[in-house]
């Protein structure tokens, strides 16, 4: 689910998880994790502004076709292949707001140069390809940090709590970001609207510099050889069956996601076509259910259980990416029925998410969690490059609707690893792997 695995996505998932008997105050009273999530919540804003200003960028303005498209979206999400692994193991040896402000830094430099180009007549598709790979190595390092540093500014009993709240923002930011770009790209035209999205990420370095964390990163003498951390990671992942599963589920339905999602703004302007407004309009409807995913997860947990909140949301999401190439043998309700679709795909997604990365938050020790993210990321992300580079070349062969169709059914193959899983006799999701669990300073298994 190239829709934030985390994602990449495919990025980056409440449930009330913990069992400490003791109830906290809310969040909402934490002044430390406000200012990181109002950061937090501007710069998602403007991602999505940039979201949808560079594809309309690359096929309106560029003339961009399905191979150039292809080739842009794969730099986007190229890092998590080439770096991924390797990038876990430097983020558990620096302090994870420290990165996050650097990564902050960076995407707003790089995504700069853009309307400057665009000022000087001097914009090329390959300017924005290098954007897109400079972005998506800064992305990458900010979202493993982001989703490795909440255990550090919150107790344990409320990590589940504080990622129902920042996956929340993160959805109204996908229901406001996409129908402001689409009124600011028809107002004053992409690469001005870009613009917007460089002020958001100098917003989050501002929050994060004034936020406070307890991390206490480990000393050089005590750092482990490259590879033997990185093994760590991945023998932290793969030794825990259920995680298995999930990753497995993850990476498979990413793979076909992307070769939708990567055509999905040729689909959308070219062959229904939409304007880049009514793109807007359509990304931010579908988003709602994205926002109520993350608000029902906890009720719909308590109704199910959390094991079996896995399959099911699995099962949903798959089942409705089936009405996304649908749309294009109905035209005349092309648009409601691609409502419907989206609200459900981000309504499922959400519900997946936050289950899934609650769970595997809880259980990693906290000495682990950048190598943990960053395993899961190398393998969930990871494909989405290679995904979007076969559906350039299969769009530029077989044209746009079929790669939609491909996508959608073979995601359906995603769901058979947490299908055929123990989640179904499960209920709860356990708070500790006991076979993959190692002490400090032990070796991975």
Do not use: C
Not at 90 to 110: E, L, N, P, S, T
Not at 153 to 166: C, D, H, M, S
Not at 246 to 270: D, E, H, M, Q, Y
């Amino acid at each position: 689910m190239s829709q934030s695995e985390e994602a990449a996505a495919p990025s980056g998932p409440p449930v009330a998880v913990s069992t400490a008997a003791t109830a906290s105050p809310s969040l909402w009273h934490d002044r430390n994790f406000l200012t990181l999530w109002s950061g937090q919540a501007l710069s998602q804003l403007g991602a999505q502004i940039t979201e949808l200003a560079i594809p309309v960028l690359a096929v309106l303005v560029l003339g961009a076709g399905e191979f150039e498209v292809g080739v842009l979206n794969a730099a986007t999400m190229a890092a998590f292949l080439l770096i991924g692994l390797p990038a876990g193991a430097w983020i558990d040896r620096m302090r994870k707001r420290h990165v996050m402000i650097v990564a902050d830094a960076v995407r707003a430099i790089a995504l700069a140069a853009l309307p400057l180009l665009w000022w000087a007549d001097a914009l090329q598709m390959w300017h924005l390809i290098a954007v897109a790979f400079v972005m998506g190595v800064a992305t990458l390092f900010f979202d493993v940090s982001n989703q490795s540093i909440v255990p550090s500014l919150v107790p344990a009993r409320q990590i589940a709590e504080a990622n129902g709240k920042l996956q929340s923002t993160e959805q109204l930011a996908n229901i406001a970001g996409p129908a402001v770009g689409g009124w600011l790209i028809g107002l004053i035209t992409a690469p001005v609207a870009i613009l917007g999205t460089v002020l958001t990420y100098v917003v989050s370095l501002v929050a994060l510099l004034f936020t406070h964390d307890t991390e206490v990163v480990v000393g050089r003498n005590e750092h482990d050889r490259m590879l033997r951390s990185i093994g760590e990671g991945l023998g932290w992942v793969f030794g825990n069956p259920l995680l298995r599963r999930i990753v497995g589920t993850t990476a498979v339905s990413n793979f076909f996601s992307v070769l939708t999602f990567t055509l999905l703004p040729i689909f959308l302007l070219r062959e229904l076509g939409f304007t880049a407004a009514a793109m807007g309009v359509l990304l931010a409807l579908g988003s709602v259910g994205g926002l109520l995913g993350a608000i029902a997860t906890p009720h719909v947990v308590r109704w199910v259980g959390e094991a079996r909140a896995i399959p099911l949301s699995a099962i949903g999401f798959s089942v409705v990416g089936l009405l996304l190439p649908t749309a294009a043998l109905m035209p005349a309700v092309a648009f409601p029925l691609l409502v419907v679709q989206m609200f459900a795909m981000s309504f499922m997604v959400l519900l997946y998410n936050i289950t899934q990365v609650t769970f595997r938050q809880r259980i990693t020790p906290k000495r682990l969690l950048g190598r943990m993210n960053a395993s899961i990321r190398f393998v969930v992300w990871g494909v989405m490059p290679l995904s979007a580079l076969l559906a350039g070349a299969l769009g530029a062969w077989l044209g746009t609707v079929p790669v939609m169709w491909i996508g959608a059914v073979g995601g359906l193959a995603s769901t058979l690893f947490v299908v055929t899983g123990p989640f179904w006799a499960l209920r709860a999701l356990p708070d500790v792997d006991e076979d993959a669990a190692a002490p400090e300073g032990a070796s991975a298994p």
